[in-house]
C-alpha cells in the first residue's frame, strides 16, 4: 500500500480517519494480484470493452496546408452522432504506402475539442486549442508534425470530446445550468462555459456504462479499436502504432493492450501504479482511469505490459503534478520485468518536466516511432 501519514501507518491523503477502507478492502478483495497468462481477455470483459466498428466511413473534405494533405473523415459506430477524424500525411507522398500511427488526443479537462488539440486541420486554431497548446505541447500540434516525417495520422475524437461530444440539452439540469454561472463567466467563451458543465457531467457518463455492462474505458476502446481498424484497413497505410498524453496515453495503453496488431505503442505522462495513486493522487484523473474490477485483476502497470513483445516506450515526468514519483517508478520496474525476455523492446524513459508533452519529448518519441515503424524520421532510443 502507499507511504503512510505520519503518526498513523494506515492514513491516506483524501481519505483521512476512513483510511482503514483500504487496508480492509485489500484484504477481503485480493486487490492487485500477480497476472496470469489470460489477463488480456479478463480485463478486456472486466472493462466491457464493446465490438465496434467504423461503418459507413464517409471523406467529408479535404485540403492541403505547407507540406501536409489533410482529410476530415466520419463513421458511425452504430451510437450518437457520427465520430469525425482527421487522417494527415506528407503532401508530396501520394498514394504511396507509408507507417500510420493513431494520435490519441488528451483529456485535460477540455472535451468541447478533440482532435484540434493536436492536429490542425483547414482552420486556425481556436483560441482555447491554442491556450491548451501552449500549456501542453509547447505550443506544437505533434499529429502535424508526425505526418510530415512520413506517417499516415488518424486522429480519432473520443466519446464525449468534439464531434462526440455530450449536448448540454442531454445532460441533468443541475449539470447543464454551471455552463452558465451568472457574474462569474462573462469573460468566458463558450468552449469554456461548455467544459465547465461537461467535466461535472463526466461522472453521469461513467455511471451509465457502468449499469450497462461495460465501464468508460471500455467505450472509448471500443471506439479506439475501430479507429484503429478503419486506419489499418486504408490502401496507403502499412504498419500501425499509437500515441498519446495523459488521457491520451491511457488510450494508447489500453490499444496496446488489447489490439495485438499494433506494432509500436507510446504512452506520454500516465503511467503510476494503483496502489501509489490512492495517496491523494485519486480525485485528478478522469473516470477513464478506474474501470470498475480492474484492480482485482492486476495493476494498472500489469495491464499496459500486455503490449508484450511488441515495442512499448513509457516516458515518465519526474515532476507530474498528478502522478506519484514512487508510482511511476513501481510501473517501471513492473513493465521491465515484463520486458525482461525482449528487454531492447521497453524504452522507460524518466525526464525533467512535469504533465505535459513539451518539444523535447515529442522529438524523442516521434522519433521513437520513426525508427520502430520504418518511417523516413529521425531515430529515437
Partial sequence: MPSASAGDPR???HLGEFSGLAAIAAAQRGLFPPPGPDLRERARDTLGVLDLTASDVRVERAWT???????EVSWDVGFGPRTRAYVLRPREAGGAVLPGVVALHCHA????????????????PSP????????????????GELARRGFTVLVPDALGWGSRRIPLADMPENIAGTAVVPGADAGLGEADRYDAAAGRHEHVLAKYC???????????AGEDLAATAYLR????????????????????????????????????AMISSYRDLLDGYVARHTWMLYPPGLSRLCDLPDLVACAFPRPLLVWYAEHDEILPPGGMRRAHTMITARYRRSPADYTGVFAE????????????VLGWLASRLGANGRDGA
Fill in 65 to 71: 496546408a505547407g507540406d501536409l494533405s489533410g482529410e
Fill in 210 to 220: 457502468t449499469v450497462l455492462g461495460t465501464s468508460y474505458a471500455g467505450v472509448v
Fill in 11 to 13: 492514513r491516506l491523503l
Fill in 353 to 364: 518536466g512535469g504533465h505535459a508533452f513539451g518539444l523535447a519529448a515529442q522529438e524523442r
Fill in 233 to 268: 484497413s486504408r490502401p496507403d497505410v502499412g504498419p500501425v502504432g499509437c500515441a498519446g498524453l495523459s488521457g491520451g496515453g491511457l488510450r494508447a495503453a489500453l490499444l496496446g493492450a488489447f489490439d495485438p496488431g499494433l506494432e509500436a505503442i507510446a504512452v506520454v
Fill in 109 to 124: 479537462g477540455m472535451k468541447w475539442a478533440g482532435k484540434e488539440k493536436i492536429a490542425d486541420g483547414p482552420e486556425a
Fill in 128 to 143: 482555447e486549442v491554442t491556450r491548451l497548446r501552449a500549456a501542453l505541447y509547447d505550443g506544437r500540434a505533434w499529429a
